[in-house]
């Protein structure tokens, strides 16, 4: 079935630096979401990439859909102590269904003030 | 509007007891989920129900049950608890149509099996 591989599995940062966490996928998605997990929370919708090429930005935050829409990418600005929590990526379930997700496994991303 | 809500909050089961976790969603969407999140495994999907009077397998369906009682409502049952089925389950919610399906999760149930 479809995977969406998520690289690295956690990330650990000095305030003040960047971050990225990248989602590969072995076929073409026809988009792609985010969502974030605050600890000890639940998963929270960031943004969806649709076209080839899209690069979409939230304030410090910048997401990309590769050009063959097989990869996409998220780079934090600057981090913030708020911005500690999982990051997951995730694309249409298996045969392309609009009705469900797979999500990757998620970037722990944690930030030393 | 809450949004998506689940209970209970918090569950400590003994092997072989039996459950229903609840959830409901105010925002008349049509799919429902049900996901269970593992250390370092992400988010597995156990059932979802892409319409009010279907459901149907996820990745990880076997030892649950689920219903859609109606638009609103969708509830998973462990009719067996096991040890393996200790985590934390996520209900979720979405429009469901066309490619404007983001997720909209509820709060999760915390569900210990000993």
């Known amino acids: 079935g479809q995977q969406v591989m998520q690289i690295p599995q956690y990330q650990h940062v000095q305030e003040g630096e960047d971050f990225t966490t990248y989602c590969n996928s072995s076929t073409t998605l026809s988009n792609i979401q985010w969502y974030k997990q605050r600890p000890g929370g639940h998963p929270v919708f960031l943004i969806q990439?649709?076209?080839?090429?899209e690069v979409k930005k939230q304030k410090r935050l910048t997401f990309q859909f590769g050009e063959a829409k097989k990869n996409s990418s998220l780079h934090i600005t600057a981090t913030q102590t708020t911005d500690v929590g999982t990051y997951f990526c995730?694309?249409?379930?298996?045969?392309?269904?609009?009705?469900?997700?797979?999500f990757g496994k998620g970037t722990l991303l944690t930030v030393n003030p | 509007n809450a949004g998506v809500t689940q209970t209970p909050k918090f569950q400590v089961l003994k092997t072989g007891q039996s459950m229903t976790l609840q959830c409901a969603q105010d925002?008349?969407?049509?799919?429902m989920y049900w996901y269970r999140q593992d250390p370092g495994m992400g988010l597995r999907l156990i059932y979802y129900?892409?319409?009010?009077?279907?459901?149907d397998k996820g990745e990880v369906p076997n030892g649950y049950n689920v219903s859609r009682l109606n638009k609103r409502e969708f509830s998973l049952r462990l009719e067996s608890a096991a040890p393996s089925q200790t985590s934390v389950y996520f209900c979720a919610s979405s429009v469901g149509t066309g490619l404007t399906y983001e997720q909209y999760f509820g709060p999760g149930t915390r569900l210990t099996v000993t």
């Open positions: 990439l649709v076209k080839s090429g």
């Open positions: 995730a694309g249409p379930g298996s045969g392309g269904s609009n009705y469900k997700l797979t």
């Open positions: 925002m008349n969407h049509n799919s």
């Open positions: 129900s892409a319409s009010e009077g279907t459901t």
